[in-house]
């Protein structure tokens, strides 16, 4: 008796595992080259709703403060944090506003059209995804350190931080060679 088989090997055993998925359209806005992985991880769980804000943390805690620990005003949800909360808007505002100009926006959906919105400058669009990726894991941290009793840091102190970390993150691309993003410092010194 013969067997039609495929040989043994990592790719062809993962396939028998693995769960089949639609690629989910904004993926690219998510994954790009010279990504910081800690950074497209929390945006990508940010994407699926599934980071642990008040709104999703009642339904199995009812004896929790909901009220947004950045604003202290509405309750936390994804949407509110990323960005109709105060603080969060003045943290996207400064830091894209002079990229996208007439296009600035604040509201999760739009942000994610513009991400995906290929028809705009190379060097534009990384500058964009990086920063929103980079803005929006910093303000979680900070929105995890307010909650749990730490120093609270004002909103211009965090534009600084996430500046500097996108200006160190191009720098390193140049070092390593990705011409393809050449400009990027120039871009984002301009946007300032």
Same mark, same amino acid.
């Not at 067997?3 to 769960?19: C, G, Y």
């Not at 904004?26 to 950074?39: A, E, H, I, N, R």
């Not at 990323?82 to 996208?100: A, I, M």
């Not at 979680?140 to 970390?165: A, Y």
């Given at each position: 008796?013969?067997?039609?088989?495929?040989?043994?090997? !990592?790719?062809? *055993?993962?396939?028998?595992?693995?769960?089949?998925?639609?690629?989910?359209?904004?993926?690219?806005?998510?994954?790009?080259?010279?990504? =910081?992985?800690? +950074?497209?991880?929390?945006?990508? *769980?940010?994407?699926?709703?599934?980071?642990? =804000? %008040?709104?999703?943390?009642?339904?199995?805690?009812?004896?929790? /403060?909901? #009220? %947004?620990?950045? %604003? @202290?005003? @509405?309750?936390? #949800?994804?949407?509110?944090?990323?960005?109709? %909360?105060?603080?969060?808007?003045?943290?996207?505002?400064?830091?894209? $506003?002079?990229?996208?100009?007439?296009?600035? #926006? @604040? $509201?999760?959906?739009?942000?994610? =059209?513009?991400?995906? /919105?290929?028809?705009? /400058?190379?060097?534009?669009?990384?500058?964009?995804? +990086? *920063?929103?990726?980079?803005?929006?894991?910093?303000?979680?941290?900070?929105?995890?350190?307010?909650?749990?009793? @730490?120093? !609270?840091?004002?909103? *211009?102190?965090?534009?600084?931080?996430? /500046?500097?970390?996108?200006?160190?993150?191009?720098? =390193?691309?140049?070092?390593?060679?990705?011409?393809?993003?050449?400009?990027?410092?120039?871009?984002?010194?301009?946007?300032?």
């Amino acid at each position: 008796m013969q067997r039609a088989t495929k040989p043994l090997s !990592h790719h062809n *055993t993962w396939q028998l595992i693995r769960k089949e998925y639609v690629k989910q359209g904004w993926s690219k806005g998510v994954w790009f080259k010279y990504d =910081t992985p800690k +950074y497209s991880f929390h945006v990508w *769980t940010a994407m699926q709703d599934r980071l642990s =804000t %008040c709104d999703r943390i009642l339904k199995w805690n009812p004896a929790i /403060d909901p #009220t %947004c620990v950045l %604003c @202290e005003q @509405e309750m936390e #949800t994804r949407n509110h944090l990323f960005y109709s %909360c105060s603080y969060s808007r003045e943290v996207l505002q400064k830091l894209t $506003k002079g990229l996208l100009l007439g296009r600035y #926006t @604040e $509201k999760w959906e739009e942000i994610g =059209t513009l991400l995906l /919105d290929e028809s705009q /400058d190379r060097v534009k669009l990384y500058l964009l995804r +990086y *920063t929103f990726q980079a803005a929006a894991h910093s303000i979680w941290r900070e929105r995890n350190c307010r909650r749990h009793g @730490e120093k !609270h840091l004002p909103h *211009t102190l965090l534009v600084k931080i996430i /500046d500097k970390n996108v200006r160190n993150r191009l720098s =390193t691309i140049k070092r390593q060679g990705g011409h393809k993003l050449e400009g990027g410092l120039r871009m984002w010194f301009g946007s300032r």
